[in-house]
């Protein structure tokens, strides 16, 4: 009996000594993946300041939002999209402005005209909240009272004020708006206006210089960031509407210099339409 009861023992220490290890294994493994938390900066402004770029990057459609490369290549690809409210997915348009889009969208593909190639490929600001969809990644750089966005794309750049001062006349257009900030714990709160109507994708979603945008950029940790934007602009949907894109931090990254050249999606397919110009 006591050598059955010895033996029973010992294999109970050995199945607990063959368990624990990887039990104790999964323990650091789940530790080394927790989230770095954020620091805080002089000022009391969560420390965000870094490189950052989408994590699916790609400004073609707001519905599906696939890269320009996937396009072109014309892929069947079908992602989730990017509108989060309505829950439907679809951007509510009025009627006139759903028909606009439709037409921009097939001239997109079958551009005869200039001016139908996305304003994105002809050099022009992308605006908000278009440039936190697009590939290129940016730069977020923290001062005293303020937090600014820095794209190498396009040079374009926003600075906004944290101190709560008034935004500009009603009068004055911006191509990237006139945003006021504020913090709410982890989360930067943005009031865009005074915004220049623009292209949203380049399948022809759109808004008008009458667009309030409340931006949201929530960060659940030093290496995540989840972009929303909620879109009011009673000249063209039928109520607001919000659409989300998930950033991620690039510690190992560095804005490189980029140049812009008219035409860049597809420049064949328009010369064929279009023929070359005449000297």
């Given at each position: 009996?006591?050598?059955?009861?010895?033996?029973?023992?010992?294999?109970?220490?050995?199945?607990?000594?063959?368990?624990?290890?990887?039990?104790?294994?999964?323990?650091?493994?789940?530790?080394?993946?927790?989230?770095?938390?954020?620091?805080?900066?002089?000022?009391g402004?969560?420390?965000?300041?870094g490189?950052?770029s989408?994590?699916?990057?790609?400004?073609?459609?707001?519905?599906?939002?696939?890269?320009?490369?996937?396009?072109?290549?014309k892929q069947?690809?079908?992602?989730?999209?990017?509108?989060?409210?309505?829950?439907?997915?679809?951007?509510?348009?009025?009627?006139?402005?759903?028909?606009?889009?439709?037409?921009?969208?097939?001239?997109y593909?079958?551009?005869?005209?200039?001016?139908?190639?996305?304003?994105?490929?002809?050099?022009?600001?992308?605006?908000?909240?278009?440039?936190?969809?697009?590939?290129?990644?940016?730069?977020?750089?923290?001062?005293?009272?303020?937090?600014m966005?820095?794209?190498?794309?396009?040079?374009?750049?926003?600075?906004?004020?944290?101190?709560?001062?008034?935004?500009?006349?009603?009068?004055?257009?911006?191509?990237?708006?006139?945003?006021?900030?504020?913090?709410?714990?982890?989360?930067?709160?943005?009031?865009?206006?005074?915004?220049?109507?623009?292209?949203?994708?380049?399948?022809?979603?759109?808004?008008s210089?009458n667009?309030?945008?409340?931006?949201?950029?929530?960060?659940?940790?030093?290496?995540?960031?989840?972009?929303?934007a909620?879109?009011?602009?009673?000249?063209?949907?039928t109520?607001?509407?919000?659409?989300?894109a998930?950033q991620?931090?690039m510690?190992?990254?560095?804005?490189?210099?980029?140049?812009?050249?008219?035409?860049?999606?597809?420049?064949?397919?328009?010369?064929?339409k279009?023929?070359?110009k005449?000297?």
């Amino acid at each position: 009996m006591r050598t059955e009861c010895t033996i029973a023992l010992l294999g109970i220490a050995v199945l607990l000594s063959t368990t624990a290890a990887p039990v104790h294994g999964q323990a650091r493994e789940e530790a080394a993946k927790s989230p770095a938390p954020l620091g805080r900066l002089a000022d009391g402004q969560p420390n965000v300041q870094g490189i950052w770029s989408a994590v699916l990057a790609g400004s073609v459609s707001l519905t599906n939002p696939i890269s320009q490369a996937q396009d072109f290549e014309k892929q069947n690809v079908r992602l989730p999209s990017r509108i989060i409210d309505p829950p439907d997915g679809l951007v509510p348009y009025q009627p006139w402005a759903a028909a606009r889009r439709n037409q921009q969208a097939v001239d997109y593909d079958t551009p005869t005209k200039p001016e139908h190639i996305d304003t994105q490929h002809r050099c022009l600001l992308s605006g908000v909240p278009r440039m936190y969809t697009i590939v290129p990644s940016y730069k977020i750089v923290q001062t005293p009272g303020l937090i600014m966005f820095i794209w190498s794309e396009y040079h374009a750049y926003r600075v906004i004020p944290l101190d709560g001062r008034p935004h500009v006349a009603p009068n004055v257009k911006l191509w990237m708006g006139d945003g006021r900030g504020r913090w709410e714990g982890n989360t930067l709160v943005v009031d865009t206006t005074n915004i220049v109507g623009a292209r949203l994708t380049y399948t022809g979603d759109f808004f008008s210089d009458n667009a309030h945008i409340v931006e949201r950029f929530t960060f659940p940790s030093a290496d995540r960031m989840i972009y929303e934007a909620t879109v009011d602009d009673p000249t063209v949907f039928t109520r607001p509407w919000t659409m989300r894109a998930e950033q991620k931090r690039m510690p190992n990254e560095e804005v490189w210099e980029s140049a812009c050249y008219e035409g860049a999606v597809n420049p064949d397919e328009f010369l064929i339409k279009t023929g070359p110009k005449q000297p």
